[in-house]
T-cell receptor
């Protein structure tokens, strides 16, 4: 069945540094979503990517969907302490939605 | 906030017991999905309900069952609890089964002793 792998598992950065998390699916996806979960909170929807090669930006966050629609990345420029949390990708295909294990980001002020 | 509510927030049960968790969807949403999130892991899809019918199921045993009511609120029932069932249980609503965006509730933290 479909598997979604996410790396790295953890990332610790100094405030102001950049951060990137990568998501890879074993199968071609119809779309991919990204969520952020703060410590003790629940996943909050960030964005959905649908088209091959799609790039979307939200302020300091840049999301990419690979040409083969099997991988994706989330890049944060100049991290802030408010970026702390776990970032999950969720791949969707044929009514099957699989979350990656997440990348936990910590930011040192 | 998403407008999705869950109850209770925390629950402690013993092995072999049964539990019912509840979810109230965001207004206007007729589709609800349930997820199990173990500590340090991503949410794992349990099942989805659309207009009171099961509309997809993940790799969970039959002792995990659900209901959706006419007002689109939902229940997750787990029988014969096992220690490994300890997790955060999340429900997520969406306007319809074809909309992939999930609006998550705060979750119920279940501990099985």
């Amino acid at each position: 069945g479909q598997q979604v792998m996410q790396i790295p598992q953890y990332q610790h950065v100094q405030e102001g540094e950049d951060f990137t998390t990568y998501c890879n699916s074993s199968t071609t996806l119809s779309n991919i979503q990204w969520y952020k979960q703060r410590p003790g909170g629940h996943p909050v929807f960030l964005i959905q990517l649908v088209k091959s090669g799609e790039v979307k930006k939200q302020k300091r966050l840049t999301f990419q969907f690979g040409e083969a629609k099997k991988n994706s990345s989330l890049h944060i420029t100049a991290t802030q302490t408010t970026d702390v949390g776990t970032y999950f990708c969720a791949g969707h295909n044929n009514n099957d939605m699989r979350f990656g294990a997440g990348t936990r980001l910590t930011v040192k002020p | 906030e998403t407008g999705v509510t869950q109850s209770p927030t925390h629950l402690i049960k013993t092995r072999g017991q049964q539990v019912t968790l509840r979810c109230s969807s965001q207004s206007g949403h007729n589709t609800v999905s349930w997820y199990q999130q173990a500590l340090g892991q991503g949410p794992q899809f349990i099942f989805q309900y659309y207009r009171e019918e099961e509309n997809g199921r993940g790799n969970f045993p039959p002792r995990f069952s659900g209901l959706q009511f006419p007002n689109y609120s939902s229940e997750l029932n787990v029988n014969a609890l096992e220690l490994d069932d300890s997790a955060l249980y999340l429900c997520a609503s969406s306007p319809d089964p074809n909309t992939d965006t999930q609006y998550f509730g705060p979750g119920t933290r279940l501990t099985v002793l």
